[in-house]
């Protein structure tokens, strides 16, 4: 009987020895991405929602311009979420708006960055499928169709019409003659004004603007890092706003409420969320996207470039 215990328990110590380390490496769930609607044309905007666990102490964010993108570019993202965190990892909810560039079926996995300290690693989630619809109806010709040919307009010109326009234009010429002469002679009568201050010279670019210009082609964060604190801390001395302390969307809500032009609220708001994507996100857009950032820093500070 004590042999029988004996066996028994060895062959329960070495099951469970067997069975740690398989239920230990068993794999984290992968993530759930969706994308609203499932179907759009060319350039639409769709919202991008990626939900997912992680172990505590790290943090996801999206990374566009990888492989995984695919045609879909990025339009807007919003800050990482925390639903929920337990003893086992925090769910977290990531949100973007993009839009897709390629017709037909697109396949596309919005890939992440995982950040643990100071270490950063890629996720790349399961791809999800858009159905990007045509313009053009199926049976629509790919040419463009010929403008009718012109036609002729029943009637004829006054012959008095081109003798009137000469005598018109006569009669403006002589009026502007005497308005001049009078005007000079009223002038001529008054005591000449005592000669205006040379204008000042103009103020130099802000030091930030010059360093986002000398960097926005070798060290893009850093360029568009200065491009977002000069934009940020001359929105917040025009309109008096804690403009360094509020998100993109935050600081757009904010202008409008303060009063700004509702045009200018939007580009500052598009800027800034391109400084994040570029600072935070890993994004890297185009030289002559970069130079039409910088275009619009300088428009929206009223500096000349």
Avoid: K
Avoid at 164 to 191: D, K, N, Q
Avoid at 242 to 259: K, N, Q, W
């Amino acid at each position: 009987m004590n042999r029988r215990m004996l066996l028994v328990a060895a062959l329960m110590a070495l099951a469970a020895i067997v069975a740690g380390p398989a239920a230990r490496a068993q794999p984290a769930p992968a993530p759930e991405v969706t994308v609203q609607p499932a179907s759009a044309r060319i350039g639409d905007h769709l919202q991008l929602t990626v939900r997912l666990a992680l172990p505590p102490g790290q943090q996801p964010e999206f990374a566009p311009g990888t492989a995984g993108w695919g045609a879909v570019e990025l339009v807007r993202l919003e800050p990482p979420r925390q639903l929920r965190t337990t003893s086992a990892g925090t769910e977290w909810l990531l949100e973007a708006v993009v839009a897709p560039f390629a017709l037909g079926d697109l396949a596309f996995s919005p890939t992440l960055a995982v950040t643990t300290g100071s270490a950063v690693a890629t996720l790349e989630p399961p791809p999800v499928t858009i159905a990007v619809l045509p313009t053009l109806l199926p049976d629509a010709p790919l040419e463009l169709t010929p403008l009718p040919p012109p036609v002729a307009i029943a009637g004829a010109e006054s012959p008095l019409l081109r003798p009137a326009l000469v005598a018109g234009t006569a009669v403006v010429v002589a009026l502007l003659i005497l308005a001049l002469v009078s005007l000079a002679r009223r002038r001529s009568r008054r005591p000449s004004p005592a000669p205006p201050a040379p204008p000042a010279a103009a103020e130099p670019a802000l030091p930030g603007l010059l360093l986002a210009e000398s960097a926005i082609d070798t060290d893009p964060v850093a360029a568009y890092r200065a491009l977002a604190a000069t934009v940020r801390a001359e929105l917040a001395r025009r309109f008096a706003i804690p403009a360094t302390a509020l998100t993109a969307a935050e600081l757009r809500a904010r202008l409008e409420a303060s009063g700004a032009d509702r045009w200018v609220a939007r580009l500052a708001g598009g800027l800034l969320e391109e400084c994040d994507a570029v600072v935070y996100a890993g994004y890297r857009p185009a030289p002559e996207r970069r130079r039409a950032d910088l275009a619009m820093a300088y428009e929206l500070i009223g500096e000349p470039q």
